[in-house]
């Protein structure tokens, strides 16, 4: 699905640098990382569900690593 008209990324592209870098924290930390800025705005909601959904991921993953 494409996430970012404006500068072509889609949520493949976007999941990828989002769990390469968990540091990022703001739509716009995602685009530099990417390579890209922000132009209409229409994909920062977006990608920061994918940032939190992400983030998310990584807690039940860290979690269970901890339980082991």
């Known amino acids: 699905m494409i996430v970012c008209v404006c500068n072509a990324k889609n949520c493949r592209t976007v999941r990828e640098v989002l769990t390469q870098s ?6 716009a930390a995602a685009h530099r990382a990417m390579g890209s800025t922000p132009q209409c705005g229409r994909c920062l909601p977006t990608i920061a569900g994918m940032i939190s959904d992400v983030r998310n ?7 269970l690593a901890a339980a082991d």
């Open 22 to 27: 968990p540091h990022i924290d703001t739509p």
């Open 57 to 63: 991921e990584n807690a039940v993953v860290t979690a």
